[in-house]
């Protein structure tokens, strides 16, 4: 092509010459820049042209540093947990900004009760009109709930009791089914015939253990509960109180009444 022949560089010779080309204009330009402006560069070409004081869509999220996106941002792990918080004792793990219903949020604790103590729970048992238990001075077990998880109790019982003429009269009380020998409340009257026993009491139980309505007479004349019911329902709250938690009176302190006048 004469003696002006242009030469052709092979694509061998031309990356090498390329990259170090590129290089030294790199190198010119970052001298070129103060300190700081070297920094945001940097920062941006390891975090993508983010900020710093916040990720935006698609970027990385920044640790210590206010995150803002206009999506929902969504984690998986297809092997277990995706998150995990932790914090030192005495501080929260997660804080929420809104009182916003959470769907679908399954949690152990609400207010620091579980879900076994939240859950509204409770005992019953009844005995129908006319069932005629006969009953004498021993307090004997009318109706009585099934075992009950621990915590405390709301406790009201009924009795129609019919006292036999020539006795005094006809009592029933509420009670543990593990101590038969303290009573919670009384009920009845000192009158023969038809007898209205009511007793109620808020008190604390041991998980397994159950209440009980007890019913008995006094004069030695054997009488009849015609019926009897009992409900115990658990309830939030404490038995502190001014004059202090409800304890068992044992049934033999409880004083006898007095025989009406002409027995």
Same mark, same amino acid.
């Given at each position: 092509m004469g003696g002006d022949q242009a030469r052709l560089e092979t694509p061998?010779?031309?990356?090498?010459?390329?990259?170090h080309q590129r290089a030294r204009r790199l190198r010119a330009a970052l001298r070129s820049l103060r300190p700081s402006?070297?920094?945001?560069?940097?920062?941006a070409l390891l975090f993508g042209g983010t900020t710093i004081a916040d990720a935006a869509n698609g970027g990385n999220f920044l640790l210590g540093k206010a995150n803002t996106e206009t999506a929902t941002a969504t984690l998986t792990n297809t092997k277990g947990t995706p998150l995990k918080l932790a914090a030192p004792s005495g501080h929260?793990?997660?804080?929420?900004?809104?009182?916003?219903?959470?769907?679908?949020?399954?949690?152990?604790?609400?207010?620091g009760l579980s879900a076994a103590q939240l859950q509204t729970t409770g005992g019953h048992d009844f005995r129908l009109p006319n069932s005629d238990i006969?009953?004498?001075?021993?307090?004997?077990?009318?109706v009585s709930t099934n075992p009950l998880p621990a915590g405390i109790y709301f406790i009201t019982a009924t009795a129609l009791l019919n006292v036999a003429s020539g006795d005094i009269g006809g009592f029933c009380i509420i009670r543990k089914g @593990?101590? &038969? +020998?303290?009573?919670?409340? /009384?009920?009845?009257?000192?009158? #023969? *015939?038809?007898?209205?026993?009511?007793?109620?009491?808020?008190? @604390?139980? &041991? +998980?397994?253990?159950?209440? /009980?309505?007890?019913?008995?007479? #006094? *004069?030695?004349?054997?009488?009849?509960?015609?019926?009897?019911?009992i409900t115990a329902v658990r309830i939030l709250g404490n038995l502190s109180s001014d004059h202090g938690a409800p304890t068992g009176t044992p049934i033999s302190a409880i004083p006898a009444p007095p025989r009406q006048a002409g027995r």
């Open positions: 061998a010779h031309a990356p090498k010459a390329t990259i402006s070297v920094v945001a560069v940097t920062l929260a793990p997660l804080a929420v900004t809104q009182q916003t219903l959470v769907k679908n949020l399954n949690a152990q604790f609400t207010g006969p009953i004498d001075g021993n307090p004997k077990v009318i @593990s101590d &038969s +020998a303290d009573a919670f409340s /009384e009920g009845g009257a000192t009158q #023969t *015939g038809i007898v209205q026993a009511a007793e109620t009491v808020t008190t @604390s139980i &041991s +998980a397994g253990d159950n209440y /009980e309505e007890d019913c008995f007479d #006094t *004069g030695g004349i054997p009488s009849t509960v015609v019926g009897a019911g």
